[in-house]
């Protein structure tokens, strides 16, 4: 039996094809070859960057976080979450929701409602979930058996074929996807 403990799993390779070995090999882990377990769960910022027209860019930026299901549940109907800070920018006008959104940064929150969540934009900074008359409370369509996203995941997905395409505004959670549509202009 040869017992091999080598930190490197080239150095490994090179050794077995320099031994050749008749006999059974052995190798022996090492702290320095096993992954090691990260000390916290990642949080990291995302940017999603769509040119989705010649002169048009949407831009979208937040944290990936996971779900608070607990907190959600208890947050009472009304109550809004800053999805880790999510910000919407675009530098044209377009509808978002059935909503006018004209240039600008606007913050995206999830709203509770009676029967699940709805999706709003407002002029306000990122975090923020108070918001008043100039927010925009988008037509937002829910899927609550969506498949498990442990992280919090936002983009722009676009639907349909070259001559019919339809561009939407995706939010994933837990098992939740909240979509709302994005119409460009003519």
């Keep these: 039996m040869i017992r091999i403990a080598l930190a490197s799993p080239l150095l490994l390779t090179v050794a077995l094809g320099l031994l050749r070995p008749s006999a059974p090999v052995e190798v022996l882990p090492t702290s320095a070859t ?3 377990t990260p ?13 989705v027209a010649k002169d048009l860019t ?6 990936t976080v996971t779900f608070d299901r607990a907190g959600a549940e208890a947050m009472a109907a009304g109550a809004a979450w800053h999805l880790a ?7 044209g006008d377009l509808v978002v929701g059935g909503c006018k959104v ?10 509770k409602t009676a029967t699940g969540w709805e999706l709003v934009m407002h002029p306000g900074k990122r975090f923020s979930t108070k918001f008043g008359e100039e927010a925009h409370i988008l037509a937002t369509t829910l899927d609550d058996k969506a498949p498990l996203c442990e992280h919090l995941c936002i983009d722009v997905q676009p639907s349909g074929d070259k001559k019919n395409t339809t561009l939407y505004l995706e939010v994933r959670f837990d098992h939740l996807l909240a979509r709302t549509l994005i119409e460009l202009p003519k």
Aim: hydrophobic share 35%; net charge positive.
């Design 34 to 36: 096993a992954a090691p």
């Design 58 to 63: 949407l831009t979208i930026r937040y944290q």
């Design 102 to 111: 004209a240039k600008g940064r606007y913050a995206l929150n999830a709203r």
């Design 39 to 51: 000390p916290f769960h990642p949080h990291f910022p995302k940017t999603v960057e769509c040119k």
């Design 85 to 91: 800070g999510a910000e919407f920018e675009t530098d």
